[in-house]
């Protein structure tokens, strides 16, 4: 790589991937933030820190993850061979611990007690107060009041984790108030803790800093094709929600122009209706959560409410290296709808004996379209970014209604 390939794939000084990205912040907080910033930088460049990183990602997550060559679902879709990212073989069972892991440690080298944050459907959450237990640090979330109904098993999960749950019981009671709610909890103390993001979202440093927690996939993933096929795939794909998995697999192969690069995201109940969440696909440019990128926007210039039947992938905005990626054509987006991921969650469990979650069914849902048209000397990489037990009781509900 050199340095103008390089370059046009890291954020500059300022944050921004092109026109994308910075850190829109009150005042009050630009100085936190800027801390976070310089704290990472630092850290990035301590071998110390990096060591201790990589000994828990291979001591107790369990990586690397292994790179399974699907070979039922390439006999049954007939086309390119598809290969499997294994992220949902983590402690945990998806790709969130990896960056959780970067943040706790972060957190703990800065000197900060407590990280906190927001969950929509608790994955984030558990994630988060997994590495605070694992680390030693308290942790806060604040979670919408709906959510904590809804989500009862990942609420006991973070409280037998050591973790504090604040149910958010204003406005809608749901994601929207819970960033609200832990936003205005850690604006009133900003020194006390570190804000600990949940994708490649908000201001910087953070849409460069999980994407680097998340950049080993990639890395082990390019190895590991190397290894098995002596050449690198044809193809890659993603889910998007954020796009912290998809960043993850993606970065190690940005400068292998020959690999092409494809984000899926959740096109809900139908791009024509207003139940989905495909904010590259009909998102426009604007502002959200600290960040310059693109997002779905209501009528009255909000963030848009947003569907998908993956709850990790319900998102109004995008990572801003996303929006970047596709604006220099270096990466592609496309959509799969919920009954395209139902059909695909269930086409991975009955030929692979591998139960996706269903943001990742995203994935598979667009390799599903896109092997067959594919020679079969062709390789297509698919991050399976997460597990599907969490899910299951959902879905046989759903068919049973169908
Ligand atoms: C949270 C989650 C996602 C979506 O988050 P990204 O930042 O877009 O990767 C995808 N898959 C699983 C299993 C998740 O838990």
């Known amino acids: 790589?050199?340095?103008?390939?390089?370059?046009?794939?890291?954020?500059?000084?300022?944050?921004?991937?092109?026109?994308?990205?910075?850190?829109?912040?009150?005042?009050?907080?630009?100085?936190?933030?800027?801390?976070?910033?310089?704290?990472?930088?630092?850290?990035?460049?301590?071998?110390?820190?990096?060591?201790?990183?990589?000994?828990?990602?291979?001591?107790?997550?369990?990586?690397?993850?292994?790179?399974?060559?699907?070979?039922?679902?390439?006999?049954?879709?007939?086309?390119?061979?598809?290969?499997?990212?294994?992220?949902?073989?983590?402690?945990?069972?998806?790709?969130?611990?990896?960056?959780?892991?970067?943040?706790?440690?972060?957190?703990?080298?800065?000197?900060?007690?407590?990280?906190?944050?927001?969950?929509?459907?608790?994955?984030?959450?558990?994630?988060?107060?997994?590495?605070?237990?694992?680390?030693?640090?308290?942790?806060?979330?604040?979670?919408?009041?709906?959510?904590?109904?809804?989500?009862?098993?990942?609420?006991?999960?973070?409280?037998?984790?050591?973790?504090?749950?604040?149910?958010?019981?204003?406005?809608?009671?749901?994601?929207?108030?819970?960033?609200?709610?832990?936003?205005?909890?850690?604006?009133?103390?900003?020194?006390?803790?570190?804000?600990?993001?949940?994708?490649?979202?908000?201001?910087?440093?953070?849409?460069?800093?999980?994407?680097?927690f998340q950049s080993v996939v990639g890395r082990e993933a390019r190895a590991q094709i190397l290894e098995a096929e002596g050449r690198l795939p044809d193809a890659l794909v993603a889910c998007v929600g954020g796009g912290s998995n998809a960043m993850g697999l993606f970065d190690a192969f940005l400068p292998d122009d020959s690999v092409r690069i494809i984000g899926v995201e959740p096109a809900g109940e139908g791009l024509g209706t207003e139940r989905h969440a495909a904010t590259m696909t009909l998102g426009r440019v604007g502002d959200l959560h600290g960040m310059h990128t693109k997002v779905l926007f209501d009528e009255s210039g909000e963030p848009a409410p947003v569907h998908s039947i993956g709850s990790g992938i319900d998102y109004p905005g995008v990572g801003p290296q996303h929006a970047h990626l596709e604006q220099i054509g270096r990466a592609e987006y496309v959509s799969v709808t919920d009954d395209e991921a139902l059909d695909a969650f269930q086409l991975l469990t009955r030929t692979e004996g591998i139960i996706p979650a269903l943001e990742s069914s995203h994935a598979i849902a667009h390799v599903v379209k896109l092997a067959p048209t594919l020679s079969p000397e062709s390789i297509v990489i698919a991050n399976l970014s997460g597990r599907g037990d969490k899910d299951v009781d959902f879905v046989a509900e759903r068919l049973r209604r169908a």
């Open 1 to 212: 790589m050199n340095d103008t390939q390089t370059s046009v794939y890291r954020a500059d000084e300022n944050g921004y991937f092109g026109e994308f990205g910075g850190a829109i912040l009150p005042p009050f907080l630009a100085g936190p933030m800027a801390e976070v910033a310089a704290a990472y930088e630092a850290a990035r460049q301590d071998p110390a820190f990096e060591e201790e990183l990589q000994s828990l990602l291979s001591k107790y997550v369990g990586r690397p993850s292994l790179l399974y060559f699907a070979e039922n679902l390439t006999r049954e879709l007939g086309g390119a061979k598809v290969y499997l990212k294994r992220e949902d073989l983590n402690h945990t069972g998806a790709h969130k611990i990896n960056h959780t892991l970067g943040e706790a440690l972060l957190a703990k080298r800065m000197g900060k007690k407590k990280v906190i944050a927001e969950t929509g459907a608790g994955q984030h959450g558990v994630a988060l107060a997994t590495a605070a237990a694992l680390v030693g640090l308290d942790c806060e979330i604040h979670m919408g009041a709906i959510d904590v109904e809804k989500q009862h098993p990942n609420v006991v999960r973070m409280e037998l984790l050591g973790a504090k749950v604040v149910p958010v019981e204003r406005g809608g009671r749901s994601l929207k108030e819970a960033v609200d709610s832990a936003f205005e909890v850690y604006a009133a103390a900003p020194d006390e803790y570190l804000f600990a993001i949940g994708s490649v979202v908000g201001p910087h440093p953070f849409p460069t800093m999980v994407r680097d």
